[in-house]
Structure formats: structure tokens, C-alpha cells
């Protein structure tokens, strides 16, 4: 449910992600937006042109950030020198929560860019929620953890990955950012029924939930963020949403990205899946 | 102390996950036995295939970032040179920053260390990567207060230190490798421009002929946040090398016309006019106690 103490008690609305391509659009035309999301990492440089957009933008917009590089599943802490960065951020934007994802990135000082998956253990869940607690913490600010889309399960998991996420959530006492179309790809991958998670996750811990496109291969489908929302990700949404009434929701498109109009107008399809009393709200 | 076995399964699966693509761009043996411990194959895919996406999706990301920030570098060593060179660089050093951004910090260094890598194109393409690198540097470094210039005129050159900003890099080049960078973003805009019109066509920046080597010193700035090159005169350069270790005025114009016969008030007249144009670029401030610290060598931090 939207304005919880997961989302500082802000109601949000139907959102999209902050791209370059369409920055001049938003920048000349100042479209109506409820309120876009902007990947943390593309505006910790010091200064220069991505800063300056993002002033401009904070002018007219509402910012919610969301991070991927945070790793809270990683084995060591999180890095003082990201996490100063990541706050002297959320200082200028202003953003009412902060999300990244349940997920491992880097080892040893080496990153590997990716979103890797947990295994679904014990021990991981008291690392990852230790880290995610420091981070919630030192940012003062509510933190939603994301479930990421997987490509592989591993022989270590003692639970299932919704049962991980319930439990990661309830130790670290956070918020979670529901990816729906992340979901749907790892119950291809996986073979699992995709109500069954989104009917295990707590609906009060919901604070915010992305929708996206994926591209299906032969074998297995992977998360490109390169298409518009198939129905059956939309159907699962709708079912998420009659969990947990309405929830900020925000559409992800990052590769070969259309015009602004058309992004948007996929993002707004949201309002018809939204249960009646909360679509009028 | 032993390692958990969370950090024992992070371990084993990056080290694969980060080893080089072999034939056909698949995983490499070596990756086979990590995937067999820890990864569940299912009905359509076997352990091996599903550790792989994650092997190749490392692998392509890193790639096309670092193709990104060195197309110049690309195009001066030909495709299948400077894809040997990544593959290198990338599994010598791989990225120690959680900012893609940060991904070239140490290829300066590892193409001095291994000339071998660059065939007949060394002093070019080291030219061309220490340009490329101080664009991306020049993009979104920090931006210090600029120095007061009535302040300025007030000290004595004699103790007067001066900070450069950090967004600016000060290279001393072989090659007039602005020029060529130049040039081939202008014909990848073309073609850019055509293959919009034809529907096909690639990106790529392409070196059509080897420049002639030409001495060059340089300043990469950012200025109304746009990223130029400022040719500098010797002179001028050595200047501002010594300010930016750290000389005083005076010791800085001492060793930046050590060696020239020039007259006192020719000196006088030249460098009044050098510091009015770096004060409206902006490039000089005051030297904040964070930049006092010895900067961080060039290098990559891992290896």
C-alpha cells in the first residue's frame, strides 16, 4: 500500500524512468509526469552536464532514486565512500525512499555490473539484511529491496526466493520495491507459478513496483527492459495491485528507447489494471 | 579464518563469471566445474548454460562500455586489435569502481606495460587512450571555486600556490590526436546520418590513414558543460604543470622559460596574458586542503 512509513508517507502515482533521449523532450515541453525515477549511479559524478539536467528536472519533477550497484547481498559491508556519495544525492533530490536490489555484484573490490542472484540461504539472509539495515541507516532514509530477474538456481538454496525476500525484508525491517515483469521472467526460467510469489510477498512491506519489457529466447528469457509489457505481466500486476491497493509504479525502458509519448503511454496503461477505488483516487 | 560459505559461493561464481569467453563466445572449461558445484541445471538448460549467460552478459556489458569511452582508440588499432586489448585490460584489471564510468582508469598504465598489445600503433594509441580517458574525466569532475581575480592580483607570485581545477587534464603528446578524434566523430556522425536514411550501417569509428606525428600539448577541459581541447603552447603547459605539483608562481614561470632566451617583460606580457584567458576558462582555484593530497597514480588499483 502506497504512503506507508516504506515510503515516507508520500502517495505516488504512475511514474517512468529518467533517460538521455529524452531529456530534451521533458526539459523543452515540461510534460505532465507524476514522478520519474532516476538510476542513482548516473548522477554521483561531481558535477557536469548529468548534475545540471537533474537540477533542472528537480525544478518541475518529483525523483524517486534507484540504485544498482548497492549489492546488499554482497558478503563485505557497503562502501563508505558509495554510500556518502549516495547521500549527498538524496540530499538534492530529495527523494522519500531509496531502492536497490537483493541481489550480489562484486568480490574482492572487483564489480561485475550485474544484478547477480542469492542463494536463497540462511547465512545470506543475515548478511543481506545487515547490509541493507547499515544502508537504511546511514542514508536515514527508508530503503526497498528489489527482486531481481534470474538466469540460474544454485544447490545451496534452502528456500524459496519469495520466502528469501520475506525474510530479508522482516530482518532488515524495509520496504520492497516489487518488480513484476522480474518475477514473471524467473518463473520461466525457473518454472514456477508467478502468483505464488506475488501472493506470498507481504503487501504492507510494498512501497513501489516496476514494470518492464523482456526479450524470450529459445531456452530461457532474459530481462532487456527493450519492449513494451506483455499481458501476462500486466495481469500479474493487477494482481499485485489488488494485494496491495495502490503503489507507486514505474515503467523501465533502457534499450532502444522509443519517443517519450510512447513510453509514457505504456506507463499509463497501468491505471486500467489499478483497483477501481484507487484508479479514482 | 575459513571463509564462509557465502563468500566461498561469491567467490567461485565471479572468478567464473569474470574469466574471458572462449571459442564462440561461450564459457570456458574452467567455468564447467564451478557451475557443476553450485548452479541446477534444468529441463531445457544444463548448469554450464546457465552460469554462461551470466559469463557472457559480463562479458558484453564490459565490452560495450569500454568500446564506448574508446571508440578514438578503436578505430587508431583496427576491431580485432583493440578487442584483444579489452579482453586484456579488462581481465588483468577488470573494474574496481561500482561506476562504469571509472572503467579506463588504469589503461594508461597497462598499455605502457604491455606495448606488445598495440603492434605497430604504440605511441598513437597511447596518445589517443590518455585523450579519451581525459574526456571522461573532463565530463563530471568536480568543479572547485574559482579563484578570486582581484584576490589573485593581490599576492606575490613568490608564495603564491594555485590550484587547477579537476575536471582539467594536461597532456603532453606525439600526436595531434584532438585533431584525428575530431575528425572521425565527424565522419561517424555522417555516417551515422546516412544510416538513419538507409536503415543499416555501423557506428564504428574508423582510421582511414595514420597521421603524421606532430608534437602537442594540451589542456581537456569542460566549459558550459561541454567537453573541448585547448592547444597550449610549451610554455604554457610547463606552467601549468608546475602549478598543478604544487610550485609557486614565480618557480612555475622559472621552470616553464628555464630554457628560453626570452626578455623579462616579453615573459611578463605573455604569461599576464595566459592567466587572463585561464581565469574566464575557470581553471584556476583556490587549493582546497582535499587537493593538497598526492593524487592518485594512473594505474589500475587491482593489479
Known sequence: ?281 | MDMSTLARFQAALAGAIMRPLGPGETMRREGHAVAAEFVKPNARLAAKDRLQIYNQQYWWRLLGSFGDDFGGLAAVLGERRFERLAIAYLDACGSASWNLRDLGQGLSAFIVAHPELLGSHGPLARDMAALEWARVIAFDAAEWPRIDPVEFASRRPSRMKLGLQPYLTLLELQYPVDRLLQKLKQSENAAASNARSSGAGSRKLRLHAKPAASPVHLAIHRSELVVYYKRLQPAAYHLLSALRAGETLENACGMAFGDEAVAADQIAAKVQQWFSAWTAFGWLCEKPAIMTKKPAPLACPLC
Not at chain 1, 507524476?34 to 558535477?47: L, T
Not at chain 1, 558509495?82 to 573490490?109: E, F, I, N, Q, Y
Not at chain 1, 539484511?129 to 538456481?153: G, I, M, T
Not at chain 1, 520466502?163 to 532488515?172: P, T, Y
Request: net charge negative.
Open chain 1, 1 to 281: 500500500m502506497t504512503a506507508s512509513r516504506f515510503t515516507n508517507f508520500q502517495d505516488y502515482g504512475v511514474g517512468i524512468g529518467l533517460r538521455i533521449p529524452h531529456y530534451q523532450h521533458i526539459l523543452e515541453k515540461k510534460p505532465v509526469v507524476d514522478w520519474f525515477e532516476i538510476i542513482s549511479e548516473n548522477y554521483m559524478g561531481e558535477a557536469g552536464r548529468p548534475l545540471a539536467v537533474l537540477d533542472q528536472i528537480l525544478e518541475q519533477y518529483r525523483v524517486v532514486q534507484h540504485g544498482v550497484s548497492m549489492y546488499f547481498g554482497n558478503t563485505a559491508r557497503p562502501n563508505r565512500d558509495h554510500l556518502k556519495k549516495l547521500k549527498a544525492l538524496t540530499k538534492r533530490t530529495k527523494t522519500p525512499w531509496v531502492s536497490d536490489h537483493l541481489c550480489w555484484g562484486s568480490v574482492d573490490g572487483r564489480f561485475t555490473h550485474d544484478l547477480l542472484p542469492m542463494p536463497y540461504t540462511w547465512e545470506a539472509v543475515k548478511t543481506t539484511a545487515r547490509n541493507v539495515r547499515e544502508v537504511q541507516d546511514f542514508l536515514e532514509l527508508p530503503v526497498a529491496v528489489e527482486n531481481v530477474s534470474s538466469y540460474a538456481e544454485f544447490h545451496l538454496s534452502e528456500m524459496t526466493e519469495w520466502e528469501f525476500l520475506n525474510e530479508v525484508v522482516e530482518a532488515a525491517d524495509c520496504g520492497i520495491l516489487l518488480d513484476v515483469n522480474n518475477i514473471y521472467v524467473s518463473s520461466r526460467n525457473h518454472g514456477f507459478d508467478p502468483r505464488d510469489y506475488v501472493n506470498a510477498v507481504p503487501p504492507g512491506r510494498v512501497a513501489q513496483t516496476h514494470l518492464a519489457g523482456h526479450t524470450e529466447f529459445k531456452k530461457y528469457i532474459l530481462d532487456t527492459h527493450d519492449h513494451p509489457v506483455i499481458d501476462p505481466v500486466w495481469a500479474l500486476y493487477e494482481l499485485a495491485m489488488q494485494r496491495c491497493g495502490r503503489v507507486a509504479t514505474l515503467l523501465e525502458w533502457d534499450d532502444k528507447i522509443p519517443s517519450f509519448e510512447e513510453v509514457h503511454t505504456e506507463a499509463l496503461k497501468a491505471n486500467r489494471f489499478l483497483p477501481a477505488s484507487a484508479a479514482a483516487a
